[in-house]
Structure formats: structure tokens, C-alpha cells
């Protein structure tokens, strides 16, 4: 496991070496579920000049991330209201499903 920053899906060469070494999985919340998670965080680059809202995680800024993060995944987990011990299950059973095809 591999748990990359959340800039490095942005290049397109970066995506092609994640995938030359393994699944790509990305682990997705709603804007309120992400606020809540990085709001008291000083350590995300992404928030660090800008104001920590759920306005900000909507903007178009954000949108066009979420979409090469999207773009770049094997597999898309949502968490919101899910235990680590669920997130962890899914997983297992999304990447068993893949190896299947």
C-alpha cells in the first residue's frame, strides 16, 4: 500500500506509474465529511492558503480534482458514516472482484 498526497493523481505520468505497481484505490467522502475530517488540520497542502469550508471542497478547483482522482482509480470507496473495519471489507471484496475479471 502506497498512500499517496492528495496532488499526486494530478499528473498523468504519476497515474501511469501507480498503476504499473498496483491497484489504484481512492477513498471519497462528501464536501460535509471531508470539512469535518480536515477542518482542524494545518498539515493538507490543498487548505493551507485558503479558507477550510464546505464551500471551498465544491468549487470548481475541487470538482476538477475529484474527477482525475476518479479518472485514475481502479476502484472508488465511499466512506461517509462507514467504520475503518467496513472501508476495509469493501475493499477486500471491490479488489477480489477485479482480480475475478
Given at each position: 500500500i502506497i498512500s499517496c498526497?492528495?496532488?499526486v493523481a494530478l499528473r498523468s505520468?504519476?497515474?501511469?506509474?501507480?498503476?504499473?505497481?498496483g491497484k489504484v484505490v481512492l477513498l471519497t467522502a462528501s464536501?460535509?465529511?471531508?470539512?469535518?475530517?480536515?477542518?482542524?488540520?494545518?498539515?493538507?497542502?490543498a487548505f493551507?492558503?485558503?479558507?477550510?469550508s464546505v464551500e471551498f471542497i465544491c468549487?470548481?478547483?475541487w470538482k476538477k480534482r475529484k474527477e482525475?482522482?476518479?479518472d485514475?482509480?481502479?476502484?472508488?470507496?465511499?466512506?461517509?458514516?462507514?467504520?475503518?473495519l467496513q472501508i476495509c471489507e469493501e475493499l477486500?471484496?471491490?479488489l477480489m472482484e477485479l482480480e475475478e475479471k
Open positions: 498526497g492528495g496532488g505520468e504519476n497515474v501511469v506509474e501507480m498503476k504499473k505497481n464536501p460535509e465529511t471531508i470539512y469535518e475530517r480536515v477542518k482542524d488540520s494545518n498539515d493538507r497542502p493551507k492558503k485558503k479558507i477550510k468549487t470548481v478547483e482525475k482522482y476518479e485514475a482509480a481502479d476502484v472508488v470507496i465511499r466512506t461517509d458514516g462507514k467504520t475503518i477486500i471484496t471491490r
